[in-house]
C-alpha cells in the first residue's frame, strides 16, 4: 500500500514557466487536497476536491489550478510560476469528509527563479 | 473563520524530559488532529481526537471540546520525537485548519 504518493520531490523553476505537481493515492479516499507550507505560516489550504469531478478553493488559490478527473489523481497546476510560490507542497488525502483522519504524502520542494 | 492557537512555539529539551504542547481554538470543532513533521518533512497523523484522552505510547493526548483547547503529552523524550508538532481542528464538514506548530528540540 503506497498511501499518498507526490512527485517531483524537487523542482526549480523560472518565473513564467508553467508545470503540475502530481499526487496520487491508493486508498479509494473520497477527500483530496493540497497545503503550502511556507516558513512560520503552518500550512495553508490552496485546493480541495470532495470526489471526482468535485474542486473548490481554498484559502490561497491565487496562481493554481486543479481537476480530478478520478478518484485516485489530484494534480495541481501552477498556471505562471512567480517567485511567490516559492515553497513546499503538500497533498493530503482522507476518507469521507475533511476532518477525517489525514495521510499527507511526502511534499514538493518548489523553487522559482 | 476559526483560529488556532499552539503554544510555545519552541520547546528545547534534553533527552528523558517531559513536556506539554497546548492548543487553543476559538470557536466549538468537532474534529481535532495532532501531526507530527519530521525533520525530513514528512507529516504523520498521531492521533484524531475531537474529545477525551487517548494514548500511544509514550505520547498521549486530551481535548477538551467545551474549554476549547486540546493539550499533547510527550513522556521520556527522545532525539526521535524533535520535529514541529502541529494541532488541526475543523467544524461539521468544513476544512481543517492548521495552527502554526510547535517546534521541539529534543538534545541527547
Known amino acids: 500500500n503506497a498511501g499518498v504518493t507526490q512527485t517531483p520531490k524537487f523542482q526549480v523553476l523560472k518565473t513564467g514557466q508553467s508545470m503540475t505537481l502530481q499526487c496520487a493515492q491508493d486508498m479509494n479516499h473520497e477527500y483530496m487536497s493540497w497545503y503550502r507550507q511556507d516558513p512560520g505560516m503552518g500550512l495553508r489550504l490552496i485546493h480541495y476536491?470532495?470526489?471526482?469531478?468535485?474542486?473548490d478553493q481554498g484559502e490561497v488559490p491565487n496562481g493554481y489550478n486543479v481537476s480530478r478527473s478520478t478518484t485516485e489523481d489530484f494534480p495541481l497546476r501552477l498556471l505562471s510560476a512567480a517567485p511567490s510560490q516559492t515553497s513546499v507542497y503538500f497533498c493530503a488525502s482522507s476518507y469521507g469528509k475533511p476532518g477525517n483522519i489525514q495521510y499527507f504524502g511526502a511534499g514538493t520542494r518548489l523553487s522559482v527563479l | 473563520g476559526i483560529q488556532v492557537e499552539q503554544s510555545p512555539p519552541d520547546l528545547i529539551l534534553q533527552e528523558g524530559a517531559n513536556s506539554t504542547l497546548r492548543c487553543n481554538f476559538s470557536?466549538?470543532?468537532?474534529?481535532l488532529q495532532w501531526f507530527h513533521q519530521n525533520p525530513w518533512g514528512q507529516l504523520i497523523n498521531l492521533f484524531y481526537?475531537?474529545?477525551g484522552t487517548k494514548q500511544n505510547g509514550r505520547l498521549s493526548a486530551t481535548t477538551v471540546a467545551t474549554e476549547r483547547y486540546s493539550l499533547l503529552y510527550i513522556s521520556s523524550s527522545q532525539t526521535t520525537d524533535s520535529g514541529v508538532y502541529f494541532c488541526a481542528v475543523s467544524q461539521g464538514a468544513q476544512k481543517l485548519v492548521f495552527g502554526q506548530g510547535t517546534r521541539l528540540t529534543i538534545n541527547p
Open positions: 476536491s470532495v470526489g471526482a469531478g468535485i474542486t
Open positions: 481526537i475531537p474529545s
Open positions: 470557536d466549538s470543532v468537532n474534529n
